[in-house]
């Protein structure tokens, strides 16, 4: 699959996005044309610098408003495409996207569009362009692919042909099977971008809410397995307005971009097989089909069986040893060469690391999953651009496959046990040779808090590399501003990660005020709240307030409310079951959460979230 993007993804001059791109590994670009206007890079020398990038210069865009206008209008359309083509061939390009007309035209009438489209392929061939027209999903009278597609046909001239672009497409739920009717020859590019489901005019989702594929909602898979099928070979091109990516780090957001492109050309191979008619069946052998379109694939890997670890980071771990000693959990000893304690309760391990943490505030630093294959995990993660993360080994000691979040936090994929146990425990203390605590428990979730310029492509990062799924998003309200909060997990919940963007208050502000959690499940939550508030444990105090409410809400019997609000307890009930939780006081950045889910409860007590911010804000702005 030949990769592009097209210039407005990016931040930075034209030469700074033309850089990104090459070090990204892009096949080629789309040249937005302000950047080009607005470069001081005169044409031949941006040739110049795409083939010393080795960058294909795949196509210039945009061209607007150019069919069902006036005959006036016409000739000065004609003229003003005429000096486009002109500029095209000193840049060495050969295919413009001319989007269907959204503001001067005035006649609906797909004849007189046809014959106008004709007479700007003729010169277009007289300049050696081809002319790639698409429907916008808010073009005035063509605002559908298909019938971007009749009048190409209509006009039938070997340099007019279409652009689909997925946006305009998914955007309004247009069918993508007829994709496939569609002549290949007749499709001179694809654009892919991908976006949340929105509610509001398709302009502004387009201009402002587009992101990479893997980061939206749409069924990218399946749109490009059409385009496939229908035997296209060009460019698959990234054109994703958004504007956050349009002011970030620009070298970082262009491999989030191939990130997205990679992932989405291993999700189209397995939507085509998964569906594909021409399987031999009967004899086993799944005889693919194959495409002109060559279908690159990815090491392949199951979802995590579970967490192995977290481990937080800090220089002063004094405060945190207590926590964990008051939630119940064993101190097992120092690893036998480095300055890192191991802590277990049942089978949720948490390592406290002291290495390289001097004058940091404890914070959560590394998450370590039970994978199949840790080496073809991580060798997914590599193709898929994740930076690896280094770790130090003695002889004998296990070594980590590591890889780097979008937000620094360090992810280890582990080698899984089906009894839980894990083989680097013996490196600390005396050596671990059973699960010692009386009070079991496993790692529940892991709520990390994401910089808002990383959001997105946490998102993909995790889709992609850990084969985690991601939920619809939620939005949580809290005194400093709406924390968006996105749960990405396994199907059987095994592994569950709550991805949550702080408010740009919270984000700038000196003090480290956005927080992160690991939560530990335990059969009994009520007995492990009794037995950490006799060793002194300070939990977060719950408002009475809350508890009237819950009363009102569920009408609990009058005991269970008392030992709830006794406990500082928060409770939640749906039709799957019953949720209770409860949190203790933050150090550093960090604090524990402990659930106990009954029944087949699968949320996170989404209603009392609220509540939890309102408190740990107060909190800490008393302090
Ligand atoms: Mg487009
Ligand atoms: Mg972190």
Request: glycine share 6%.
């Amino acid at each position: 699959m030949r990769t592009g993007i097209a210039t407005v993804c990016l931040s930075g001059t034209l030469k700074e996005k033309m850089q990104a791109c090459a070090i990204a590994g892009f096949d080629g670009i789309e040249i937005f044309e302000q950047d080009l206007v607005t470069s001081p890079h005169i044409p031949e020398e941006v040739r110049t610098m795409a083939a010393d990038l080795g960058l294909g210069l795949d196509l210039y865009q945009p061209f607007r408003d150019f069919d069902g206008v006036t005959p006036d209008l016409l000739k000065a359309n004609l003229r003003r495409a005429e000096a486009k083509f002109k500029l095209m061939s000193r840049l060495g390009m050969d295919t413009i996207l001319v989007c269907s007309n959204v503001a001067t035209a005035t006649i609906d009438d797909d004849e007189l569009r046809a014959s106008q489209l004709a007479e700007l392929a003729e010169l277009a061939g007289d300049h050696g362009v081809k002319v790639a027209y698409e429907a916008l999903a808010w073009g005035k009278y063509v605002n559908d692919y298909e019938h971007a597609y009749r009048l190409v046909e209509m006009v039938d001239h070997p340099n007019l042909g279409t652009c689909l672009d997925s946006f305009h497409i998914l955007s309004r739920d247009w069918d993508t099977a007829p994709i496939e009717q569609i002549n290949a020859e007749k499709i001179f590019f694809v654009q892919v971008a991908d976006a949340p489901k929105l509610s509001m005019d398709v302009l502004s989702w387009s201009r402002h809410y587009r992101v990479f594929p893997g980061e939206g909602q749409f069924d990218l898979a399946k749109f490009m397995g059409h385009v496939v099928r229908a035997g296209y070979t060009g460019p698959v091109s990234l054109e994703v307005f958004n504007d956050v990516f349009r002011q970030s780090d620009v070298e970082r957001t262009a491999v989030d971009a191939m990130r997205s492109l990679i992932w989405l050309e291993e999700q189209s191979a397995k939507w085509l097989a998964s569906t594909s008619s021409e399987t031999a069946a009967g004899n086993g052998s799944a005889s693919r089909r194959r495409y002109p379109m060559e279908l690159a694939t990815l090491p392949k890997v199951n979802e995590p069986a579970g967490f192995n670890f977290a481990e937080v980071k800090a220089d002063d771990t004094a405060q945190l040893e207590k926590l964990l000693g008051q939630l119940g959990f064993e101190f097992e000893g120092r690893h036998r060469t480095k300055d890192v304690q191991l802590w277990t309760m049942g089978q949720a391990r948490v390592i406290i690391n002291e290495q390289a943490a001097s004058h940091s505030e404890p914070a959560i630093a590394a998450l370590g999953f039970d994978v199949d294959s840790p080496v073809i995990a991580s060798a997914r993660a590599q193709q898929l651009k994740a930076p690896v993360v280094a770790r130090k080994v003695q002889a004998d000691e296990e070594v980590f496959q590591g890889i780097s979040a979008p937000d620094s936090t360090e992810i280890f994929l582990c080698q899984g046990s089906p009894d839980g146990t894990a083989a680097w425990t013996h490196e600390f203390g005396e050596g671990l040779e059973h699960v010692s605590s009386a009070q079991n428990a496993v790692i529940d979730h892991v709520n990390l808090a994401q910089p808002w310029q990383h959001f997105d492509e946490a998102v993909l990062f995790y889709t992609s590399a850990l084969a985690l799924e991601p939920q619809p998003f939620a939005e949580v309200p809290s005194p400093s501003g709406l924390v968006r909060s996105q749960v990405m997990e396994t199907t059987d919940g095994a592994v569950r990660l709550v991805l949550n963007l702080a408010p740009a208050q919270q984000a700038q502000s000196a003090r480290k005020t956005y927080q992160e959690h690991i939560a530990f499940a335990v059969g009994d939550l009520v007995a492990t709240a009794r037995s950490a508030r006799d060793r002194g444990l300070e939990f977060l105090q719950i408002p009475a307030n809350y508890y009237e409410d819950l009363d009102a809400r569920f009408d609990l019997e009058p005991g269970f409310l008392a030992t709830l609000k006794e406990l500082n307890l928060l409770y939640d009930r749906d039709a799957n079951g019953e949720f209770l939780h409860f949190y203790t006081a933050t150090v550093g950045s960090v604090f524990f959460e402990m659930v106990e889910r009954r029944g087949n409860y699968d949320g996170y007590g989404a209603p009392n979230a609220p509540v939890r911010h309102a408190v740990q804000y107060d909190s800490l702005h008393r302090a």
